[in-house]
């Protein structure tokens, strides 16, 4: 029972920092592919909750120097822009599981000042793709 447990407890939390880990280790391990995909989508949206949460507030200082950090990064600011330019808010969060964490996706694209509940539509469809998608990757693999 608590190896079950610590089980979706593990892959709650690797989807909340890392997406893709989440659906690829609950496949692996061999969790049944809908409750993978369920507890994947509510690991990514707990970080999206909390993270466009706290950039509603304005005037956390240490919010805004991981935003001006996650940005200098010369690459990743490349990137961003270019799918920012090219697809907006529906696009960075589309990619967002792929190819950024849950927390930066959500800090960059509330950084661009985009609507709390677009945000949250969008990485919820995106969660939902994505963890399915690399379900049947992995259970196709393994």
Known sequence: MFSEILKYLSIY?????????GPSVGVAVGMPTLLTVIISVLGMMTSVLIFTSIGERKG?????????????????NKLFQLLWG????AGVTFLTPIL?????????VSAMGSPRSKIII?????????????????????
């Open 100 to 108: 950024f964490t849950p927390i930066i996706g959500t800090i960059l």
């Open 60 to 76: 956390y200082p240490w919010i805004i120097r991981l935003v001006e950090r996650i940005k200098s990064k010369r690459n990743l």
């Open 86 to 89: 090219k697809f907006g808010v």
């Open 122 to 142: 969008y990485m919820f469809i995106s969660a939902v793709f994505w963890s399915i998608t690399l379900s049947k990757i992995v259970k196709g693999v393994v």
């Open 13 to 21: 939390f690797l989807s909340m920092t890392k997406f893709m880990a």
